[in-house]
């Protein structure tokens, strides 16, 4: 069936550092979301990309769908310790838009 | 404007009871969708239905699990002689329309089977 990847699975970064987190689909993907979820709470809508190749910047956050629309990625610019969290990608098969497929998060410590 | 409503949020059982979980989705919306999350691990989807209808439950296990959303009041998932296996949060998210509409989560049911 199809699947989602992400890398890594775990990330610990000094406070200032940045970090990337990247999603692969075996599959076409009509859009890919991204959430964020802190320890101990939900999954939060962070943005959604459509186009081929398509950049979106949300503050010290760059995200990217590729020109495939197979893989995705989020970077963070000097992270911060509000940064901290689970962060999920997700998208819906070109083929099939009735069900989000996601990744299984890459956790993100940052030390102060 | 009130966001998707879950409870109770910790739920205690011990095994064999049944669980029962309640969704109320954004006003508006009229697809809700749960999900499984185990400690440290992803977002397992269960089910996804629209009023009075299931319409995807491959992630449902086959046994002792059922979910409803009926016409009125919230969308229910149950779990008959829970284990402890079922021990995990459940995450109810709800969506406008179909398609790529953004899901809104609630804050999650945290189920204990002892």
């Known amino acids: 069936g199809q699947q989602v990847m992400q890398i890594p699975q775990y990330q610990h970064v000094q406070e200032g550092e940045d970090f990337t987190t990247y999603c692969n689909s075996s599959t076409t993907l009509s859009n890919i979301q991204w959430y964020k979820q802190r320890p101990g709470g939900h999954p939060v809508f962070l943005i959604q990309?459509?186009?081929s190749g398509e950049v979106k910047k949300q503050k010290r956050l760059t995200f990217q769908f590729g020109e495939a629309k197979k893989n995705s990625s989020l970077h963070i610019t000097a992270t911060q310790t509000t940064d901290v969290g689970t962060y999920f990608c997700a998208g819906h098969n070109a083929g099939n838009n009735r069900k989000l497929i996601w990744g299984l998060g890459t956790s993100l410590a940052v030390n102060p | 404007n009130a966001g998707v409503m879950q409870n109770p949020r910790h739920l205690v059982r011990r095994r064999g009871q049944e669980a029962r979980l309640r969704c109320s989705p954004m006003k508006g919306h009229s697809h809700v969708y749960w999900y499984r999350q185990l400690p440290e691990e992803g977002l397992k989807f269960m089910v996804y239905?629209?009023?009075?209808?299931?319409?995807?439950e491959s992630g449902m296990p086959k046994e002792r699990f059922s979910a409803e959303f009926p016409k009125e009041g919230p969308s229910i998932l149950r779990i008959q002689q829970v284990v402890r296996g079922d021990s995990a949060a459940y995450f109810c998210?709800?969506?406008f329309g179909t398609g790529a509409d953004t899901q809104y989560f609630g804050p999650g049911t945290r189920l204990t089977v002892l």
């Open positions: 998210a709800s969506q």
């Open positions: 239905l629209q009023k009075e209808n299931i319409i995807d």
């Open positions: 990309l459509v186009k």
